[in-house]
């Protein structure tokens, strides 16, 4: 052992390409799962929520607009940098978690795996999505899906760093721009992976990360009047929470993906791919 | 020289309307327990028309109980045989689309040409699409075996009754749902003829249920527990309800609520075709059309010579008995109604936009509007933002592209779409930036039971018709 001190990471937000403190000043403390003190995080407020959404929506022009083959190249070049901070991440998923190095080391495996799995749909999800419709008329007819624009996401509790994964990787691989609020007690991991985001092409904005309590910024974000959808995994475990979302959503109808029993380590289908499309139907008519 | 109309009246000798209509559950008409009756008249001469049930809470339970009754065997039906019941239907429908068309055009007061050349041909051909999809679902893209989901709520409105009835009832049907309807409550009809093919297709009893009322009547529905579907189309303020009724529930939710679309012309466009597509827009079934194009965005280049026009073709529109043929604009469906376009329409006047209708002559007794536009609209008028749902047009100018974009999408809506251009490229650019379900170009107002309809943002979620229509019934 050498008995150099180490240089502790300051953990900051991820918020429009940025890493700023938390505008309130505030932080918590983030421990491991015997107690033991990890770092300080930001303890994000409503105003951070509003000016991540501000955020997400400014980048969501040029990043649904970008080429399906462009936006998978980003994304595999997400994928490329995690491999890079493999042991960073195994590490701090093994102290939010409690695993093992193996089993953190695992998680982790599965997590750039899954992100180079919904990278390869950028360009195909079109195809199982969208028709070509046979209307009974001399029309061209095709319908085709499209990012429905920003999704406030509440990252899974339990899986730091899979389920983090499992939920933003969907949503933004279609063209989507998301503020993610990650796992109120287990922070460190998401906040790690703005730091990969930010060296890896994506436009700043595409991913907002907040760290802080899912009750205090569930309800801004859910009621946000420029957040179109909203992903509840991160309040799963809260039924009245839930339902406080779903209706506060309900004022400018936003998509609600509602929580449900979800295994993070399973063949994850196509659902969250396709939870925040919008299908466009687009007539001509044909003739000479 | 004119030529003058001769009245060309359609026959209502084909359609016998009871005096009085019960509710339909479990396969037999029944009264309301609280035996509460309303009457529905046509809005054409407010002749009173029939009388029909007004369903309570008690009668909500009861049809929901043989629905969850029914749905144990007609969801174990082979895929096959439901889809020769949703045949038979579909064919029934034709066999009797006649009478159907003079049923709808009475009640709601929209022309027999719509009602006997749209709503109806539309109607058995949304039975015959989904029939063919009820013994094929597994290659629909949900999985090998897709479930459905159980008793489905579906609450439509008073527009196209009998479409909106089809839209919601044949891909329930198809999936292996049963449902419980509640038709508008101004036009229930139609609904009540359509629970009579049911009897002579020989459908399963409680398959489907009939409820008519009014709003309150939809709220038991919507929020009875063990109701596992709803679906609505009707107003955004309800679906808003509706979403925080279902909000913390499985219930699975699907919206189709109100527009303000955009219907764009560029200084290419063929300008004779334009003002066709701009009438079919704005004044095919008075309006009342939740995608109608009631925001013209004209190219500032063109806008005198298209309102021109314009205003010359409005001034040949024929508004009048909707049993006559040659009527193209009908009775608007209700006083209530017609008092809140009375009331958007002033406001766009005392906002400061200038108002031009041509002079037509309207009946006495019934509800009307004459087919009205509003130059001179700005953006932040009421009647460039609030959906009118009436025959009045309002119209603003742009100079680019970019800024017709700006200005269509500056609504919370998003339904529908025009483009008018002579280019490609500008069409398919355009149909790409138009944050809409469906974008027409160079049409309007066309609709297909193979082609999904449905809106982004805050004109709801979910689709209806085609392959994605089936999402909506399906346990996926």
Known sequence: MSDRLSVLKTYKLYVGGKFPRSESGRVYEVTDSKGNWLANAPLSSRKDARDAVVAARKAFGGWSGATAYNRGQILYRVAEMLEGRREQFAAEVADAEGLSKAKA???VDAAIDRWVWYAGWSDKVAQIAGSANPVAGPYFNLSSPEPTGVVAVLAPQESSFLGLVSVIAPAIVTGNTVVVVTSEKSPLPAL?????????????????????????????????????????????????????????????????LRPRNTDWTADPGTERL??????KTVWHPTGV | MTFEYAPAPESRAVVDIAPSYGLFIDGEFADAAGGKVFKTVSPANEEVLSEVAQAGSEDVDRAVKAARKAFEKWSALPGAERAKYLFRI?????????????????????????????????????????????DKL???GYGADPKPLGVAGQVIPWNFPLLMLAWKIAPALACGNTVVLKPAETTPLSALFFADICRQAGLPKGVVNILTGDGSTGAELVAHPDVNKVAFT?????????????????????????????????????????????????????????CAGSRLLVQESVQDELLDALKRRMSTLRVGDPLDKNTDIGAINSAEQLARIKALADAGESEGAERWAP????????????????????????????????????????????????????????????????KGSRILWMANQLRAGIVWSNTFNKFDPASPFGGYKESGFGREGGRHGLEAYLDV
């Open chain 1, 105 to 107: 080391a695992a998680q």
């Open chain 1, 192 to 256: 790690s992976l703005g730091e990969v985001l930010a060296t890896s092409d994506l436009p700043g904005g595409v991913v907002n990360v907040l760290s802080g309590r899912v009750n205090e910024l569930g309800g801004p974000l859910a009621a946000h009047q420029d957040v179109n959808a909203i992903d509840l995994a991160g309040a799963a475990a809260d039924a009245e929470l839930v339902k406080a979302l779903e209706t506060a959503a309900a004022d400018n109808l936003k998509r609600v």
């Open chain 1, 274 to 279: 396709l939870a925040f499309l919008e299908t």
């Open chain 2, 90 to 134: 579909a064919r029934l429908i034709q066999e009797r689309s006649r009478e159907l068309a003079v049923l709808e055009s009475l009640d709601n007061g929209k022309p027999i040409r719509e009602s006997r050349d749209s709503d109806l041909p539309l109607v058995a051909a949304h039975f015959f699409y989904y029939a063919g999809w009820a």
């Open chain 2, 138 to 140: 597994g290659h629909a």
């Open chain 2, 234 to 290: 009707g107003s955004t303020e309800v679906g808003k309800a509706i979403a925080r009724t279902v909000a913390g529930t499985d219930k699975k939710l699907t919206l189709e609520l109100g527009g303000k679309a955009a219907n764009i012309v560029f200084d290419d466009a063929p300008i004779d075709q334009a003002v066709e597509g701009i009438v079919n827009g704005i004044f095919f079934n008075q309006g009342h059309v939740c």
């Open chain 2, 359 to 422: 002079a037509c002559e309207l009946p006495d007794a019934g509800y009307w509007f004459a087919p009205t536009l509003f130059t001179g609209v700005t953006q932040a008028h009421r009647i460039a933002q609030e959906e009118i749902f009436g025959p009045v047009l309002s119209v603003l100018t742009f100079r680019t592209p970019e800024e017709a974009v700006a200005k269509a999408n500056n609504t919370p809506y998003g339904l529908s779409a025009g483009v008018w251009t002579e």
